[in-house]
């Protein structure tokens, strides 16, 4: 890969290789790397340390995707914080803000005005619908897909595999399903392919273990169960 010469007054920290598309309003911060294949539209801000485009690398206990997208787009004025590395294939859309240290991996994509909290990580494949929020440390599973509006306390846990030992396919593994306007409490534990329903509020500490079916409804509990309609 070739470096990109420098159209803009980046420090020289900055890397940015042939091939990616940067748009002249862009501001990037020390230690920032911008592989090919990656754009970057107008009104964005990149703070230092930040790695976009990373390609992913599996090891031999782990199985690859077998669909990798390989343009990574940062739509117009969206943030992205300090230390954030977000993979190959991602699209994240306009206005959005990404706070430091979150991890966003191969062909995540994310709608417009989409808040992704500190630390956060989003897996492969998962979808995060507009205007929705995903707060401090909370785990965003593998093909897992949230609708708009949606809410999502902090240190939030989604899984994908109940048997995570015997390899099977990344597409084959079952995010959790959340439809719009849902509101998950924070230290909520999200079992593999479990969907909740539009309106639901999930209290804080709840394991949902099987699909929450009535609309603008409240659970809570271990496991978590109907307490009461929100009408």
Do not use: W
């Not at 990404?98 to 990580?121: C, P, Q, S």
């Not at 399903?177 to 392919?193: K, W």
Request: proline content about 3%; aromatic content about 6%.
């Amino acid at each position: 890969m070739e470096l990109k010469k420098k159209k803009h007054d980046y420090d020289d920290t900055v890397i940015i290789y042939e091939g990616a598309q940067v748009h002249e309003s862009v501001e990037i911060g020390p230690f920032t790397i911008v592989y090919p294949n990656v754009e970057i539209e107008k009104g964005t801000k990149i703070m230092s340390s930040v790695i976009l485009g990373k390609s992913p690398h599996v090891g031999k206990t782990q199985v690859k995707l077998t669909k990798l997208k390989e343009r990574t787009t940062v739509k117009e004025n969206s943030f992205i914080g300090d230390q954030a590395i977000i993979y190959s294939g991602v699209e994240v859309g306009r206005n959005n803000y990404i706070a430091d240290k979150a991890l966003l991996r191969e062909n995540v994509i994310l709608d417009d005005d989409v808040v992704i909290g500190t630390a956060v990580v989003v897996s492969f494949n998962a979808r995060i619908g507009k205007k929705s929020k995903i707060m401090t440390m909370s785990n965003i599973a593998g093909n897992m897909i949230i609708g708009d509006n949606v809410f999502v306390g902090v240190h939030v846990c989604s899984v994908t595999d109940n048997n995570p030992n015997q390899m099977s396919k990344r597409e084959d593994q079952k995010g959790p399903q959340i439809a719009d306007s849902v509101f998950i409490g924070s230290n909520v534990t999200l079992l593999p392919g479990v969907e909740i329903n539009e309106g639901i509020t999930v209290g804080g500490g709840a394991v949902v273990t099987k699909n929450l079916e009535k609309p603008n409804s409240i659970y809570f509990g271990n496991p978590a169960a109907f307490y009461k309609s929100k009408d």
